[in-house]
């Protein structure tokens, strides 16, 4: 269990708070939640403004060295996915070009994955993939 101001989550507890949390604050530029059911293709959802998210909660309370690496390996391995889940997420994006991938967890304690998340967003940037804006940015929020 990780413990926040607003509660104790695990990944699940954590998704259904974040899930609750985008329906609301993005209802009014379309949010759509994506089932993880049969692989959620690394989004839990979007916005058909272009902004993709993806949570994560950490099993524990782990030291910043820790937390960080785990952080950081999970935005790695999910950005991979759009890679690899390209065609079949354009299949829902349709039209709507990516602008933000928000990586959503209950804390960070070091600033290096801010710079983690920029150098991920420049290195995507230059993959020229169709689902992408030529803005593309990624981003951590808490």
């Known amino acids: 269990m990780y413990k926040t101001e607003h509660g104790n989550f695990n990944g699940t507890t954590w998704e259904e708070f974040c899930q609750i949390c985008f329906k609301r604050k993005y209802e009014t530029v379309g949010y ?5 059911w049969q692989g959620d293709l690394g989004i839990e959802g979007f916005t058909r403004t272009g902004i993709l998210f ?3 909660c ?4 782990y030291a910043p060295d820790e937390l960080y690496i785990k952080q950081r ?4 391995t999910d950005l991979k996915k759009l890679v690899t889940n390209e065609n079949e997420l354009k299949g829902y994006l349709k039209a709507i070009k990516v602008k933000q991938w928000i990586f959503v967890t209950p ?3 070091k600033k290096d994955i801010v710079k983690h998340c ?10 020229n993939l169709s689902i ?5 940015d990624v981003l ?3």
Do not use: S
């Open 132 to 136: 992408l804006d030529t803005n593309f």
């Open 107 to 109: 804390g960070y304690k």
């Open 58 to 61: 950490p099993d524990e309370e």
């Open 140 to 142: 951590i929020y808490d």
């Open 118 to 127: 920029q150098d991920k967003a420049e290195e995507y940037k230059k993959l």
């Open 54 to 56: 993806q949570c994560y």
């Open 32 to 36: 759509q939640e994506m089932p993880a």
């Open 73 to 76: 390996d999970k935005i790695t």
